[in-house]
Each structure stands twice: as structure tokens, then as C-alpha cells.
């Protein structure tokens, strides 16, 4: 069987283990049905997910002009205090700005190779987590807005990373840490703005487990632009990455954007 179309990152179904679909525009892929089995990814083309053009993709899916100037690509996207919608101040496109930065935001600790910080929409619970491979993730303060989240996840970057190990995450190199204990220890460090949020008796603590049969002992990043033609065995999916039999592992994300046809 015979897929085309443009890589968009995985859409995801919280499950045990979870659910991973490659979504099309006229078709699907579930992909946990194929673990065991051959597929062939082929790098054709590009088309920009923001103006659609054929264009070489930048960053993000987007094609340079769009990753420039379009209000989804903004600087507070990944630096989250840089928001300024809650103070009626436009960066790109203030309407979209307040729509995605006025909405509730929350600050989590996620255990994916180490324990990490970080910033979510609430709309995005537990999707950002599955993205980033994490095994438990926990919410620290759930607050109205993204400047909020963005403050308090600066402050916690003291104790934590704000990255994910992306080699450690694929090879199963996770530490055993307390999430709660460590959650509930950071009173002092969260800003005094963002106090009133803060309720550690809470014990949310999610827990999630992937599609793997195998996890690889070294992994080689596939790169669609070095190898247009790849065909491997699937072995496992973990956050928005492909594993492979022999240790290719292709990270979907990162190719958004890019057409491609897999043949099954």
C-alpha cells in the first residue's frame, strides 16, 4: 500500500500504550498497527504549512518568509515570557496573540531523560507531554495566562532543565525520580506573582507508556534532506519520533512540511 502527502507532526491518542496516527489530507496512517513490519519513507517535495507553496521548508514547517512574519512563529512561541497580549501589546498579530497567549497555561515537570520544566496550554494536556516522550509528567501551577507560565518556567530553569535528552529519551535512559516530592518542594522558587496558583496537594501525576517492542542502543537521526529513500523496520514510537530496527530513528516533527510517499 501507497501514502502521499505532506508530513505534519504525529496526532496522538492518550491510550496504554499510546496511539500514534500519520493524518493526510485524503488519508490515515495508524502507525502502531505497523510495528514489526517494513516501511519505506520518500522525500518528494515541499509545501509550506502556513502559505502552501511549494517553497523549501525553514523551521517549524513553515517556508522563511512565513516563519518571519507569521503571528504562530513569534519569539514568545518558544520563549514563553516574552508574551505581551495581557498587556494589549501586538508582536506580530495581536487578535491571534491574545487568543493563544489569554488562555489557561500550565507549568508541568516531565521525567523524559531527566527531569525537565516546562510550558503547555492546558488545551494541550497530556499532548505536549507525549510529544516529548516523557514517561510521568506533573502539573506545578496551572495559571490564566502565557507571560504567567513563561515567568515561572525562567525561575525554575535554576533546578531544571528545559530541554529534552532526545538521545536518552529514545533509548530508555530515564532516571527514577519523585515527580510529586520534587513538585511539592518548590514554594520558594516560584515567582510571588504566580503563588496564588500554586496548590501541592494536588496529585495529578500522569503516566505514560509507548509503542515500543525494542528500544535502539545507539540511534542515527534520519535526515530527508541527506536520504531522500529510507526503509526500515518500525520497532517503536516514542514522543514524535519513528524508531527503527537498526537504530535509524526520524523524527517527524522536524520534517514538517516536507511531501513525502511511504510505501508499505
Not at 159 to 165: C, R
Not at 168 to 186: A, C, F, H, T, Y
Not at 193 to 204: F, L
Request: charged share 25%; hydrophobic share 35%.
Amino acid at each position: 500500500m501507497q501514502y502521499e502527502g505532506v508530513l505534519t507532526k504525529m496526532q496522538t491518542e492518550f491510550a496504554n500504550p499510546i496511539e500514534y496516527y500519520l493524518v493526510f489530507e485524503n488519508s490515515f496512517l495508524n502507525l502502531n498497527q505497523l510495528l514489526g513490519k517494513e516501511l519505506e519513507i520518500v522525500h518528494q517535495g515541499y509545501q509550506c504549512l502556513e502559505c502552501g507553496k511549494a517553497k523549501k521548508i525553514f523551521r517549524q514547517g513553515f517556508c522563511y518568509d512565513c516563519f518571519m512574519g507569521s503571528a504562530s512563529a513569534g519569539d514568545w512561541i518558544m520563549k514563553p515570557e516574552l508574551s505581551t497580549a495581557h498587556l494589549d501589546m501586538e508582536d506580530r498579530d495581536l487578535e491571534y496573540e491574545k487568543k493563544v497567549q489569554l488562555q489557561p497555561h500550565i507549568v508541568y515537570l516531565a521525567l523524559s531523560s531527566e527531569v525537565k520544566v516546562g510550558v503547555t496550554r492546558k488545551t494541550q494536556v497530556p499532548t505536549r507531554w507525549i510529544d516529548q516522550g516523557a514517561i510521568q509528567a506533573i502539573p506545578i501551577v496551572e495559571v490564566p495566562n502565557r507571560y504567567l507560565a513563561g515567568i515561572t518556567e525562567v525561575a525554575l530553569k535554576s533546578l531544571y532543565a528545559d530541554k529534552t535528552n532526545w538521545q536518552k529519551m529514545l533509548k530508555n535512559e530515564v532516571p527514577s525520580v519523585d515527580l510529586i516530592k520534587e513538585r511539592n518542594g518548590l514554594q520558594y522558587v516560584i515567582p510571588k506573582e504566580v503563588q496564588e496558583y500554586y496548590h501541592p496537594e494536588s496529585s495529578d501525576l500522569y503516566e505514560l507508556k509507548y509503542p515500543v517492542l525494542e528500544y535502539p542502543k545507539k540511534v542515527t537521526s534520519l535526515n530527508l534532506e541527506k536520504s531522500s529513500d529510507y526503509t526500515g523496520k518500525l520497532t517503536g514510537i516514542k514522543g514524535q519520533y519513528l524508531l527503527f530496527e537498526d537504530g535509524t530513528v526520524f523524527n517527524v516533527r522536524t520534517f514538517e512540511g516536507y511531501v513525502v510517499k511511504i510505501n508499505l
